[in-house]
T-cell receptor, first 112, second 111 residues
């Protein structure tokens, strides 16, 4: 099993450009999450989904959009990138809170 | 909202010494609690979890954690540090449909 796969692994964007980060899981998990990791701030939740076709805002949703059209995929979009969105983005999935999450290996995004 | 506080952003230990990482939680309901480890340039890996069964939880790589309701704590320990334990460690608490993470503690192991 591949687990949770994130693409791309690295990306450099210019301010104002758009992009989509893809997260794919092959474990039939209902719940999927997008976090960003910044030094000294731990992981902050951007958006999450509790099932196919559903999405919800986390604690730092501004400037991001998401879609979960298929159960196995969770897309994170940046419509107009800003330098403040320079970060490492992690996708995670899980069966439920009691089981914990499986994380992807991350996408390192730099906005110049 | 539930939250966790990790005491100490950096911990330095000698190889063979005790590793102790502190985590206190805030939760209005019985929580699920987790410890994750992150090695450089990798994602987070689950070390162990507390889900209201035994209060002393054993995880991978020789780590264990004890849930203490009276102290609202879930501290992580390992009796003898190894060089391979150098990493960042995150405590997390269940919060509705998601986990809330602490700011992380970086562990350095001295030879």
């Amino acid at each position: 099993n591949a687990g949770v796969t994130q693409t791309p692994k690295f990306r450099v964007l210019k301010t104002g450009q758009s992009m989509t980060l893809l997260c794919a899981q092959d474990m039939n998990h209902e719940y999927m999450y997008w976090y960003r990791q910044d030094p000294g701030m731990g992981l902050r939740l951007i958006h999450y989904s509790v099932g196919e076709g559903t999405t919800a805002k986390g604690e730092v949703p501004d400037g991001y959009n998401v879609s979960r059209l298929k159960k196995q995929n969770f897309l994170l979009g940046l419509e107009s990138a800003a330098p403040s969105q320079t970060s490492v983005y992690f996708c995670a999935s899980g069966l439920g809170l009691q089981s914990g999450y499986t994380f992807g290996s991350g996408t390192r995004l730099t906005v110049v | 909202a539930q939250s966790v506080t990790q005491l100490g952003s950096h911990v330095s230990v000698s190889e063979g010494a005790l590793v102790l990482l502190r985590c206190n939680y805030s939760s209005s309901v019985p929580p699920y609690l987790f410890w994750y480890v992150q090695y450089p340039n990798q994602g987070l890996q689950l070390l162990l979890k507390y889900t209201s069964a035994a209060t002393l939880v054993k995880g991978i790589n020789g780590f264990e954690a004890e849930f203490k309701k009276s102290e609202t704590s879930f501290h992580l320990t390992k009796p003898s540090a190894h060089m391979s334990d150098a990493a960042e460690y995150f405590c997390a608490v269940s919060d509705d449909y998601k986990l809330s993470f602490g700011a992380g503690t970086t562990v350095t192991v001295r030879a």
